[in-house]
C-alpha cells in the first residue's frame, strides 16, 4: 500500500533539512578506542594461553581475536571515509527526494516511514546464498542521525542464526550492523546526496552476495553439519572427523592421535610423548618420573622413575638401583660380592 | 545533452555527463561499464528501462551491480 503522499513530503522535507546539516558540519571524529581495547584484551589472553599449553582455549581466542580485528578494521574504514567525505555530489533537492522515496515503493514491496521516529524503512525479498535460505531482511535508515556510521540497520525479518552465534544473521550482517565492503563508497555517496533508491538498492544487492573470503560464519557451518578440526581450524563434514575422547573436541585425520596404551583417539592437546621411547601417549595414561618429572609411557618407568634416574646413585644410600647394568658393572670388581659368596654346582 | 549518470560501481559517484543526441541506454553501458548488462541494475529516472530506450536531457542514469561484495 503505497505511502500517503503528505507523509512522503514532510519525509523528504525533513530529510533533505537533515542531509544538509550533515553536509555542512563537519563530522564527529571518532576514534575506536574500545574495539583496539577489545583487540590488545583478546592478543594478551591468546598469549597467556599458548604460553600455559592451553591449545584448546588459544584457538577459541584466536577465533574471537580475528572478529575483533575485523570488526577495528571496519570502524577505521568509516572513519576514512568520514574524513574523505565527498564534497563534489551534490544535495538532491526535496522534490528529488520526494522521488527517491517514490521509487522506493516500486522497487521494494513493503516501504514504511516513520515521522516520529526519524526513520525509513524498506523490506528485501528473501535472501538466498548458496541454497542457504536467510529469509527477507529491514533495511531501517534513521534520518536523524545520518552522521553516524551506523545511521541504518539491517534486520532479520526471521532470523536463521548459525548454531553457534546469536549475533549473526547472514554471513555479512552482525548485531544488524552490515560489513559494508565493496559498498562502503557508494554507500556512503548515497546517503549523502539523498539518493535513497541508490542508498537501499545497494545495500539489497549486497546481501544478495556471499564473499567467501571474509564472512562472520562462513556458509559451511552455518546449519552446523560442518565441523572445525579443534586443532587446526580446518573445515570438515561432521562424518569425516575424529573425536577426542579426553576434551570431548572434534579433530581432522591429520591431528588425530591414538595412545598407544589405552588406544583411544585423541587430539593434538590431549596428546603426550614418552621422553624414552616416543610413543603417542594420551594425557591420562601418561605419568611423570617422580624424580625428574619428565613424561613417559608405563613401559618406560619402573616403580615410577624412569631409566636414566633409575641409574643415579641414591643420594640417601650412595647407592644405585641394582638392577642397572652400571650397578652390575661395579658390582663385579668388588673384592667381595655384596649379594653374598659366589657358589656353583659341582658335579658329584 | 547532459544526463546524471550515476555509478554504483566502485566509488558510487553521480556526474552530470554529456552524451551525444540518440544515445541509448545501452550503448551508454557500453561505453560507460562494459561486461554484462545481466549483471547490473539498470534505471532511467528511477524506473527500469528497456535497454533501447533513447536518452533525454537530464534524465538520471543508475547503474548498480547485481553483485556487491560485503566484508
Known amino acids: 500500500m503505497p505511502l500517503p503522499q503528505k507523509t512522503l513530503i514532510r519525509a523528504a522535507l525533513r530529510l533533505h ?101 526519524e526513520t525509513l524503512s524498506v523490506t528485501t525479498e528473501p535472501i538466498v546464498l548458496d541454497d542457504y535460505g536467510f529469509g527477507a531482511f529491514e533495511i531501517k535508515l534513521c534520518w536523524g542521525r545520518l552522521d553516524k556510521h551506523d545511521c541504518y540497520e539491517v534486520i532479520a525479518v526471521e532470523p536463521n542464526y548459525p548454531g553457534s552465534r546469536s549475533d549473526v544473521t547472514h554471513p555479512h550482517v552482525q548485531n544488524n550492523q552490515l560489513c559494508e565492503g565493496d559498498a562502503t563508497e557508494p554507500i556512503r555517496r548515497a546517503i549523502a546526496e539523498g539518493r535513497l533508491s541508490d542508498f537501499f538498492l545497494v545495500v539489497t544487492q549486497t546481501l544478495g552476495t556471499y564473499n567467501a573470503s571474509s564472512p562472520y560464519v562462513p556458509l559451511g557451518r552455518w546449519s552446523g553439519t560442518t565441523v572445525s578440526c579443534a586443532d587446526c581450524g580446518y573445515d570438515m563434514d561432521e562424518d569425516d572427523s575424529y573425536y577426542c575422547e579426553r576434551c570431548d573436541v572434534s579433530v581432522c585425520s591429520e591431528c588425530n592421535r591414538c595412545c598407544t596404551q589405552c588406544c583411544w583417539c585423541h587430539c593434538t592437546s590431549c596428546s603426550r610423548t614418552c621422553e624414552a621411547c616416543g610413543s603417542d601417549v594420551c594425557r591420562r595414561c601418561i605419568a611423570l618420573c617422580q624424580d625428574c618429572s619428565h613424561p613417559f609411557c608405563e613401559r618406560c618407568l619402573h616403580d615410577g622413575r624412569c631409566a636414566e634416574c633409575r641409574s643415579l646413585p641414591d643420594p640417601a644410600t650412595n647407592q644405585t638401583d641394582a638392577a642397572t647394568p652400571c650397578a652390575e658393572a661395579r658390582d663385579a670388581d668388588a673384592a667381595v660380592h655384596p649379594a653374598g659368596v659366589g657358589e656353583a654346582l659341582v658335579p658329584a | 545533452m547532459q544526463i546524471l549518470y550515476i555509478n554504483n560501481d566502485g566509488g558510487g559517484f553521480a556526474d552530470h555527463i554529456d552524451v551525444a543526441d540518440g544515445t541509448t541506454v545501452r550503448a551508454l553501458f557500453e561505453q560507460r561499464i562494459g561486461g554484462k548488462p545481466v549483471n547490473y541494475l539498470i534505471r532511467v529516472n528511477r524506473q527500469p528501462a528497456p535497454a533501447d530506450y533513447v536518452l533525454q536531457p537530464g534524465d538520471r542514469v543508475s547503474f548498480t551491480p547485481t553483485k556487491i561484495e560485503g566484508a
Open chain 1, 17 to 117: 533539512e537533515r542531509l544538509r546539516q550533515f553536509r555542512t558540519r563537519s563530522p564527529d571524529v571518532i576514534l575506536p578506542i574500545s574495539a583496539w581495547e577489545q583487540c590488545r584484551r583478546l592478543a594478551r589472553k591468546e598469549q597467556r594461553a599458548h604460553a600455559r599449553g592451553w591449545d584448546q582455549a588459544a584457538l577459541f581466542l584466536r577465533d574471537s581475536l580475528v572478529i575483533a580485528v575485523r570488526s577495528l578494521q571496519m570502524d577505521v574504514d568509516r572513519l576514512c571515509t568520514f574524513a574523505d567525505r565527498p564534497e563534489s555530489g551534490a544535495l538532491l533537492s526535496p522534490g528529488e527526494i520526494f522521488r527517491e522515496l517514490r521509487a522506493l515503493e516500486r522497487e521494494f514491496d513493503d516501504v514504511t516511514c516513520d515521522l516520529k521516529a
